[in-house]
């Protein structure tokens, strides 16, 4: 019953350089989505995909670039890490888009320095 | 632009205590609403969904109720435990865009 996995748990980068956050569901889910906690706020939407091939910008998707090549996999790319980007990093996925349970993966915590 | 809020910010009972989380939002257009726990650390577990044409959710000692109308819905904890110590958040789904908004969550300390 893996559901949501994220890689890494935790990452220190530098500013202007470059990673890959990685998400992967095994429940067949059409909707997956990023979202980042920061502290005292609510969870924000990064970028969401309704399918394979499909992706869209959330509320806050400057400096982060997705891809879906696979139902399965849906990658968070941040360009040129900077520190406003140091935060928890969720990872989710639901069956379809409108909404029915979702599904998180444990975090990725990040660190710009 | 839908905005949630969860007041109060924290919340520390004895345990034993029923515990009552508050959600309010902006927007009555919404979809469902959902709670999670959220362990320090931790991702979000799902606790209760509720859909829109629903009043009341239960699951064990949890009950979330919804009044779109008013813009609210509570989440009842009965007879609490340290072992529910956690970060509870709402989210609500809008009818429009499908999108989750969420609050920034209640912090629960039950003291043993």
């Known amino acids: 019953n893996a559901g949501v996995t994220q890689t890494p748990k935790f990452q220190v980068l530098k500013t202007g350089q470059s990673m890959t956050l990685q998400c992967a569901q095994d429940m067949n889910h059409e909707y997956m989505s990023w979202y980042r906690q920061d502290p005292g706020m609510g969870l924000r939407l990064i970028h969401y995909?309704?399918?394979?091939?499909?992706?869209d910008q959330g509320e806050v998707p400057n400096g982060y670039n997705v891809s879906r090549s696979t139902t399965e996999d849906f990658p968070l790319r941040l360009l040129s890490a900077a520190p406003s980007q140091t935060s928890v990093y969720f990872c989710?996925?639901?069956?379809?888009?409108?909404?029915?349970?979702?599904?998180f993966g444990q975090g990725t915590r990040l660190t710009v320095v | 632009k839908q905005e949630v809020t969860q007041i109060p910010a924290a919340l520390s009972v004895p345990e034993g205590e029923n515990l009552v989380l508050n959600c309010s939002f902006t927007?009555?257009?919404?979809?469902?609403l959902q709670w999670f726990r959220q362990d320090p650390g931790k991702g979000l577990t799902s606790l209760l969904l509720?859909?829109?044409?629903?009043r009341e959710q239960t699951s064990g000692r949890l009950n979330a109720s919804l009044d779109k109308s008013s813009g609210r819905s509570t989440l009842y904890i009965a007879a609490s435990q340290p072992g529910d110590s956690a970060t509870y958040l709402c989210?609500?789904?809008?009818?429009?865009?499908?999108?989750?908004?969420f609050g920034a969550g209640t912090t629960v300390t039950v003291r043993a």
């Open positions: 995909s309704v399918g394979a091939g499909i992706t």
């Open positions: 989210a609500v789904g809008s009818s429009n865009d499908y999108k989750l908004s």
């Open positions: 509720i859909q829109s044409s629903q």
């Open positions: 989710a996925s639901t069956i379809n888009r409108r909404n029915t349970e979702a599904f």
């Open positions: 927007d009555s257009a919404i979809y469902n």
